[in-house]
């Protein structure tokens, strides 16, 4: 269980009490202190130029010194209740990414790594003998040209252009999504079927004399509206006041894909995907649109099977209700009548299993599984000095040797302007310094779980807790890494790999054991949650599992589509591509008047052709947890040392793939996977 101490201490590295004009004055150190850092490694003499001479530099100062000052600015825009500060911060993050651009295009900086390889191949200088470090130098020469450094002089200078704008664009688009102020109104009657505690935290108004509720598109609002509101048209306006914001998007998002394709062209790839794809597992496009169909196809014919589920519900329903029947699921029906199957066919209601799960209680929980999985202990700090009262910060030790490991600061109820989702922001990155001392990583976990009220805790829904389990995967994923070099540490791995250790962490939701030690009844804490509703729960997870898994496809092929284009297409109609696609794939139609590829975030925030990566980790993920943890025990602190020592503390520094190998004793297969889906 967490223990506490009395200690206000915050990583030194980082700070919460930035003013405005302090995060600009920083930032123009920061670049200040870059460049003259790069003008020291252009300097270096041919003759002189060696891992010690200039990787190391790049490495430590560039990278390992640099980031965490660089992800602190950052952080601001996220999770400060200051817009003025929220607002220095982007512009500064802005400033910063130009900043980096400029950096990873320096072909003076390319010249002298150019240098190093060949002083190494000629004999002149000993190649390290670390393979961490060996790593190192393969990976910063192969950024360096995939920047297009082997390029003539005018070509990259227009890449760096393009970069720029690129970068603006993206964070415009982001922007646009978190500073989005939709709101409708709706009266008691209109939300019909949702429960007393959702109206505690709701401003109220009124609408044609009835008392009304202002519900506005973040999460605690928008899902418990379109999984409970009994009236059609509720649900209907919900979905489409969701998906008409940002509509300035789609014209940011067509320049998006243009300035990709150009860039791309440039490097000497016919597509985004092309290039994107080089470094990751899948290697290329066609794996990747091989992998999307081969799954589309096993699922569809399932899918159906599910959909015809749905419709008699319905129809059940309209019959009940005198109301019209129209053989059609739409998209504003999907959540409410899946909803609606689970809790009649397995008498499993959101609301009643939260009861049982109260946030506090089920942290507490949850980071005791933790400990025990992982040999570690983790100790909450007493009044951390933090950047909201609501933030709560922990130490992470090794159980065993009781050496730090690293911090984490949880930040789980919504608030004004900041961050929508929920999230893992690596804010340290763990690294050797030169006097060989640890600079131990720092974590947040962001979310937006629903706020406690005057009567009750914050309660969590099932799916909640599979978020919760989630992103603190990708927090200890941080916490329990031990690289050398920061660009290596955590989640610096493939990105179609990053996913996995959390995914498979998932599966713990699903245990009974688990699901038993998490639950406290929020009114008595002894009761936990009855045998019988939880193997209901547990007959739940696969319950429409082939239309969820089609809609992740469809993402990723949306995705995959926009960015294998090998030719511009001006004419491009974002809105259309989306709903025909939609239809095709998850058989679906979107038919309101609406463009929700506008808050399809990922694609502008590092998942271009990357969405398909959350389906093919899920393959690794469940190869891992059915092979080993389910097959030895899912808290036998054994194997989750072995997992931690192998896939969780290499973090980047080897090849996704070989530490697969290692961990499973064998090359991983799609078998436990599509077992796990019923196929």
């Avoid at 190494?120 to 670390?130: L, Q, T, V, Y």
């Avoid at 990155?429 to 962001?446: I, L, N, Q, R, T």
């Avoid at 995705?559 to 095709?584: A, F, G, N």
Wanted: proline share 4%.
């Amino acid at each position: 269980m967490v223990s506490t101490i009395a200690n206000p201490s915050t990583p030194a590295i980082l700070k919460w009490d930035y003013t405005p004009d302090e995060l600009r004055k920083l930032t123009e150190k920061l670049i200040e202190d870059g460049k003259r850092i790069d003008k020291e490694i252009e300097e270096v003499p041919d003759d002189e130029c060696s891992f010690k001479t200039v990787i190391i530099p790049l490495g430590r100062k560039t990278e390992n010194e640099y980031e965490p000052v660089e992800n602190n600015i950052d952080f601001f825009q996220h999770i400060s209740t200051d817009k003025d500060v929220r607002d220095a911060s982007a512009e500064c993050s802005l400033k910063l990414r130009e900043f980096g651009i400029e950096r990873s295009m320096n072909k003076k900086i390319y010249q002298k790594v150019s240098k190093v390889i060949e002083n190494i191949e000629s004999g002149k200088f000993k190649a390290p003998e670390n393979p961490e470090d060996q790593r190192l130098l393969e990976k910063i020469n192969l950024d360096y040209r995939r920047s297009g450094l082997a390029l003539p002089d005018d070509k990259l200078n227009e890449l760096k252009d393009l970069k720029k704008k690129l970068s603006n664009i993206s964070i415009e688009f982001s922007r646009s999504i978190a500073e989005d102020k939709t709101t409708l109104v709706f009266t008691k009657k209109e939300l019909d079927g949702l429960s007393e505690d959702f109206f505690e935290n709701i401003e109220k108004t009124t609408k044609d004399g009835e008392e009304a509720y202002i519900v506005d598109m973040k999460y605690p609002s928008y899902f418990p509206i379109i999984k409970l509101a009994k009236n059609e048209n509720t649900r209907k306006s919900m979905m489409r006041a969701y998906g008409q914001r940002c509509k300035p998007n789609i014209d940011r998002l067509k320049e998006a894909l243009s300035l990709r394709l150009k860039i791309a062209n440039i490097l000497g790839y016919p597509s985004h995907s092309h290039f994107k794809l080089e470094t990751k597992m899948a290697k290329n496009p066609k794996n990747v649109l091989d992998f999307l169909q081969s799954l589309k196809e096993k699922l569809q014919p399932l899918a159906k099977e599910e959909l015809k589920k749905l419709l008699e519900l319905k129809k059940q329903e309209k019959a009940e209700l005198n109301e019209p029947f129209d053989n059609e699921i739409h998209d504003w029906d999907y959540n409410y009548y899946n909803r609606m199957l689970i809790e009649k066919e397995y008498a499993v209601k959101d609301d009643e299993i939260k009861q049982y799960l109260p946030i506090n209680e089920v942290t507490e929980e949850m980071l005791g599984i933790y400990e025990k999985i992982f040999s570690i202990k983790c100790i909450e700090i007493e009044n951390p000095v933090v950047w909201h009262k609501d933030v709560r910060q922990l130490e992470i030790y090794d159980k065993k040797s009781n050496e730090f490991m690293g911090t984490v600061f949880l930040d789980l109820y919504p608030r004004d302007g900041k961050y929508t989702h929920a999230a893992c922001f690596g804010l340290v990155s763990g690294y050797d310094k030169e006097d060989g001392s640890h600079v131990f990583p720092v974590a947040a976990m962001v979310a937006n779980f629903s706020k406690p009220t005057p009567t009750k805790p914050s309660l969590l829904k099932h799916s909640e807790v599979t978020t919760y389990y989630h992103e603190l995967g990708h927090v200890f994923h941080q916490i329990c890494s031990r690289t050398k070099w920061a660009r290596f540490h955590g989640t610096n791995v493939e990105r179609d790999f990053v996913e996995a250790p959390s995914q498979m962490l998932e599966n713990w939701c699903w245990e009974p054991e688990v699901l038993e030690k998490l639950s406290h009844h929020y009114q008595d804490k002894s009761k936990k949650l009855p045998k019988d509703l939880i193997q209901s729960l547990i007959k739940t997870k696969n319950v429409n599992a082939a239309l969820f898994n089609l809609r992740q496809i469809f993402f990723g092929s949306i995705d995959m589509k926009l960015h294998t284009m090998e030719k511009e297409d001006k004419d491009l109609d974002l809105i259309k591509i989306w709903k025909d696609l939609r239809k095709e794939i998850t058989l679906i139609e979107s038919s309101l008047d609406t463009w929700p590829i506008t808050t399809f975030d990922h694609i502008m925030s590092g998942y271009d052709s990357g969405y398909y990566g959350y389906l093919w980790s899920e393959v690794f993920s469940a190869d891992m947890y059915f092979s080993k943890f389910k097959k030895i025990g899912i808290l036998n602190p054994e194997i989750g040392e072995k997992y931690r020592n192998i896939i969780l503390k290499s973090g980047g520094s080897r090849d996704a793939m070989d530490l697969l190998k290692e961990f499973l004793g064998r090359e991983p297969t799609n078998d436990a996977f599509l077992k796990s889906l019923g196929i």
